[in-house]
């Protein structure tokens, strides 16, 4: 399949133009066009190769978790007229991302093995192994980076600092939570737990909105419900649902983002393995059948459905 590698559209009444690690975005004078495409990114750096379909799994996975939680928070949506395209309203982006917590994985519990028991301000107890649930949702703020690796950052340091205002802080966390605990119910009725995820949000005419993706592959990880106790049980890794297998992959091959390392060669093979994992994932946590968009020039027919809709 003709994966979608990036895009360079110029749109009537267009006013810039940002290439992010996955998604191509147009500015507009009150809206924003999100493209999503088939790049692949791990330890904030590009992998070369796209994977087939997984721009249309994260917009169409991300769409759906936005209309199911719009009566909790407001977000930016407003239309999605192509199987990678979003668009929807402008807004101001918070420097943070904030990062919510269930369980000890990934980052948290690299950090954790190394002997850190303090992650982003946040004091985590002894005694902990890998993947286990932590008492309670934490959330673990990092600075949003336009190049290079996001941060971690304490909640205090984002006040000292005074990236949010404490008042939009607040409302920030307030959101953060209760976007994960609906979540985590939403993965509970699919045979899933929501491990951990990432939200970004954004500031319009004074109000704070959700913005970008959220409960994509690229911005959870879930784990399989019916063989999670056996497998802490018996320490075994858990069966997982994310882009955790890539990053386990890199380390694997000896990249980790660092400099003077190389990204490992990525065959036709795992190309494939990749795009499979994600189209898993979609239809796992949406419960709904994937339909993959299979013509042979999605440019022209992305180009086409946005111009459909700004120049209505």
């Known amino acids: 399949m003709n994966a979608i590698q990036e895009t360079n559209f110029h749109f009537p009444g267009q006013t810039g ?6 998604r191509d975005v147009y500015s507009f004078p009150d809206k924003l066009v999100m493209i999503a495409s088939d790049r692949i ?13 997984k721009g249309q799994v994260l917009n169409q996975t991300a769409a759906y978790f936005l209309r199911a939680t719009a009566d909790l928070v407001p977000n930016w949506l407003l239309n999605v007229p192509d199987p990678n395209v979003s668009i929807g309203l402008r807004c101001e982006p918070y420097a943070v991302e904030m990062v919510v917590r269930g369980y000890l994985a990934g980052h948290a519990w690299r950090q954790y093995r190394d002997g850190h028991r303090i992650l982003c ?34 909640r205090e340091e984002i006040l000292d600092r005074s990236i949010v205002s404490e008042s939009d802080y607040v409302q920030l966390e307030r959101y953060a939570l209760a976007l994960f605990e609906r979540g985590t119910a939403m993965a509970a009725a699919q045979g899933l737990i929501l491990v951990d995820t990432k939200y970004e949000f954004g500031n319009r005419d004074g109000k704070v909105y959700l913005i970008d993706e959220v409960h994509t592959p690229d911005s959870s990880r879930y784990f399989y419900a019916d063989t999670y106790d056996a497998n802490q049980k018996a ?33 036709d093979d795992w190309v494939r393995q990749i795009s499979t994992r994600y189209i898993e994932l979609f239809e796992k946590v949406t419960g709904q ?9 999605p440019l022209s027919r992305i180009n086409a459905n946005i111009l459909g809709v700004i120049t209505d």
């Open 17 to 22: 133009f940002y290439r992010g690690k996955v």
């Open 41 to 53: 990114s791990a330890f904030d750096v590009v992998l070369p190769r796209p994977i087939p379909f």
């Open 121 to 154: 301000g946040v004091s985590l107890p002894d005694g902990l192994k890998e993947n286990d649930r932590l008492p309670t949702p934490i959330i673990t703020p990092s600075t949003k980076a336009h190049e290079g690796h996001d941060e971690d950052i304490s």
């Open 235 to 267: 320490s075994l890794p858990q069966k997982q649902l994310s882009k955790e297998f890539v990053r386990e992959w890199l380390i694997a091959n000896g990249f980790q983002g660092k400099t003077g390392q190389t990204v490992p060669d990525m065959s």
């Open 289 to 297: 059948r994937f339909e993959p968009a299979t013509d042979t020039d």
